[in-house]
């Protein structure tokens, strides 16, 4: 019997019946502080009822009253109902499968786009896939450069693999991982796509390059009309810096680790892309890892039934409060998510389901904040109560997810199956056994159902590997920072290593509000042209002028507003990510 960690985790770590981690690479038989507090964590703060309107009520009921909600939308708008959800849980059937139903009724969707979408799209644009080095390939480079990606701290498992090799982090803080780090290089945040047009520029221009890669030649008579002072002007990195990076990328052939945050910045989606490149032009074949997860083939299009229905609607997660506020929602239906927290705008969620304007169904294990506002409230399982299979987005394991603790509440796939039989809906999607949906759906890698549960764990084969030959076009189009005034600061977002998102605050406590700055101390608000919080300011000097970070799971403020009231509704340009990190904040003493 195994069972894999479903978090939102670049190491997806696999236990036995006994949740010990097992002794195999790149797992390596350790976990971390979170996988350790599961066992607590599942028994607190659990959904046990059903509840209507405050009103514990009976499961079978309440999803009755659900669909009931559902149904009365759906004849005047289905485009009014929206479901959200996101990777609080990595399960094929917890998170995949549940569209179906969604799809078949024709609701709205989020784009999904919170995470990694800006870097899939903007590597896949000069590879063909986003596909990078497999873990079995991390142990021949004796180097490594962590780009935008504090992996001490949010993938302790790659971290390790390069615990006794040079390691170089650029960030736009001393982060933990800068600091143990043999190179810290601090960048202004937003400029990242300068650092490497910097590196990219000499290393073209001192006939460094050893590599091949595709219109060569305009990508040089780019990077001529930038020079190197305007380059280190911008970024904040010295001329000798952006030099020495170049060279160490000649000389050392480091793999390039690029961190999710930064898709989630200024010019992100440009400048991974244009990262992503530098390794091509050293003469390093996948020389790049950012997330593996589109790689190994698995079929997420045919377990969310778009072969045979679709949404109405996709709403960008950067405009969701947008959305909520202008009355283009009637019906929330969540799961798997906490967006009151997670999602800019949340505040215009909490004040439209309060007024009635929105009615608003949530299915979680717990009592998030998004739960805790809901009008229905249904109580799901966790990934340690139920069947599933789990991937990840770094290693290449497979793995049949079995339950070691007593089920409470109803699965996914039950509750989704059980409101298309309340509405009448005999869809051929939702009539096909979800097992052999997952079935047809992991076959592409080379894995079956039926080995999955006699082994189960097995090692899937990347289907889409990047081209060995990469394209330079599409150039960027950065735009420089707007600058700073008087008082204001880039307020960027990091992981903490207790936490995941808003996860194990039952085992931990919840985190004080603080940002974390050069030059404040004391209770501050922080004002966006989007809204204002109260925070605690703290004196930090692993934190440049100009530069406030706070931890991204301290997300609400000391008056219990969600810190995500003041993000902007801003799109990255490949993918519609919101732009979380470097929005600019003025900050007011009180």
């Known amino acids: 019997m195994v069972i894999a960690c479903t978090r939102d985790c670049y190491d997806t770590c696999i236990f036995n019946e006994k949740y010990e981690p097992l002794k195999v690479f790149p797992i390596n038989g350790f976990t971390c502080a979170r996988g350790?507090?599961?066992?607590?964590?599942?028994?607190?703060?659990?959904?046990?009822?059903?509840?209507?309107?405050?009103?514990?009520?009976?499961?079978?009921?309440?999803?009755?009253?659900?669909?009931?909600?559902?149904?009365?939308?759906?004849?005047?708008?289905?485009?009014?109902?929206?479901?959200?959800?996101?990777?609080?849980?990595?399960?094929?059937?917890?998170?995949?499968?549940?569209?179906?139903?969604?799809?078949?009724?024709?609701?709205?969707?989020?784009?999904?786009?919170?995470?990694?979408?800006?870097?899939?799209?903007?590597?896949?644009?000069?590879?063909?896939?986003?596909?990078?080095?497999?873990?079995?390939?991390?142990?021949?480079?004796?180097?490594?450069?962590?780009?935008?990606?504090?992996?001490?701290?949010?993938?302790?498992?790659?971290?390790?693999?390069?615990?006794?090799?040079?390691?170089?982090?650029?960030?736009?803080?001393?982060?933990?991982?800068?600091?143990?780090?043999?190179?810290?290089?601090?960048?202004?945040?937003?400029?990242?796509?300068?650092?490497?047009?910097?590196?990219?520029?000499?290393?073209?221009?001192?006939?460094?390059?050893?590599?091949?890669?595709?219109?060569?030649?305009?990508?040089?008579?780019?990077?001529?009309?930038?020079?190197?002072?305007?380059?280190?002007?911008?970024?904040?990195?010295?001329?000798?810096?952006?030099?020495?990076?170049?060279?160490?990328?000649?000389?050392?052939?480091?793999?390039?680790?690029?961190?999710?945050?930064?898709?989630?910045?200024?010019?992100g989606g440009d400048a991974i892309g244009v990262i992503s490149i530098i390794p091509a032009l050293v003469g390093l074949r996948r020389g790049y890892y950012y997330s593996n997860s589109l790689g190994w083939g698995i079929d997420f299009d045919y377990l969310r039934g778009l072969h045979m229905a679709k949404s109405s609607r996709v709403i960008p997660m950067a405009e969701f409060g947008e959305y909520i506020e202008h009355g283009e929602i009637n019906v929330v239906y969540v799961w798997n998510e906490n967006p009151v927290l997670t999602l800019p705008g949340g505040d215009r969620l909490i004040e439209a389901v309060r007024e009635g304007r929105v009615r608003l169904i949530v299915h979680d294990p717990y009592w998030s904040e998004t739960a805790k506002l809901a009008d229905v409230v249904i109580p799901a399982q966790t990934f340690l109560e139920k069947y599933d299979v789990v991937y990840s987005y770094w290693h290449d394991y497979l793995v049949y997810n079995e339950p070691i603790r007593p089920a409470i509440g109803i699965t996914e796939v039950e509750l989704v199956r059980s409101l298309a039989k309340e509405l009448g809906i005999n869809h051929p999607l939702l009539l096909e056994d979800p097992w052999n949906a997952v079935d047809k759906a992991i076959r592409p890698t080379g894995v079956t159902i039926s080995e999955l549960r006699e082994r189960k764990i097995i090692k899937m084969r990347p289907r889409y590997l990047p081209a060995d030959e990469p394209d330079a076009l599409p150039l960027p189009n950065p735009v420089e920072p707007e600058p700073l005034n008087r008082d204001e600061v880039y307020l960027v977002f990091a992981s903490h290593p207790l936490y995941t998102n808003t996860q194990f605050r039952e085992v931990y406590g919840t985190l004080e509000p603080i940002i974390h700055t050069h030059d404040y101390e004391g209770v501050v608000i922080l004002e966006s042209k989007y809204g204002k919080v109260k925070v605690k300011a703290v004196k930090d000097p692993n934190v440049p002028p100009g530069v406030g970070f706070i931890y991204k799971s301290s997300l609400i403020d000391l008056d219990g507003k969600p810190i995500n009231s003041i993000i902007e509704p801003i799109k990255g340009k490949y993918a519609g990510t919101p732009k979380l990190n470097g929005i600019k904040v003025r900050i007011i003493k009180t």
């Open 36 to 267: 350790r507090a599961d066992l607590i964590r599942n028994e607190r703060n659990r959904i046990t009822s059903a509840y209507v309107d405050g009103r514990e009520t009976d499961v079978n009921d309440t999803i009755k009253y659900a669909a009931r909600l559902l149904k009365e939308e759906l004849k005047k708008n289905p485009a009014k109902v929206l479901r959200t959800d996101y990777d609080g849980n990595q399960g094929l059937l917890t998170w995949h499968y549940p569209d179906r139903f969604f799809n078949v009724i024709n609701a709205s969707q989020t784009d999904r786009s919170i995470c990694s979408s800006e870097g899939h799209s903007a590597i896949s644009a000069h590879y063909g896939t986003s596909m990078g080095a497999l873990p079995e390939e991390f142990p021949k480079y004796n180097a490594a450069v962590f780009w935008a990606f504090p992996a001490s701290i949010s993938a302790p498992h790659i971290w390790v693999l390069f615990v006794r090799k040079f390691k170089v982090s650029i960030d736009v803080r001393l982060s933990d991982a800068a600091k143990k780090s043999d190179k810290a290089i601090i960048i202004r945040p937003g400029t990242d796509v300068f650092l490497a047009l910097g590196v990219i520029k000499v290393i073209i221009e001192d006939g460094l390059i050893e590599g091949k890669v595709k219109h060569l030649e305009e990508l040089a008579k780019y990077v001529s009309n930038f020079s190197l002072e305007y380059l280190s002007k911008v970024s904040g990195v010295s001329i000798n810096d952006i030099r020495w990076l170049a060279e160490f990328y000649h000389e050392r052939k480091p793999l390039t680790l690029i961190g999710f945050a930064l898709g989630r910045s200024l010019n």
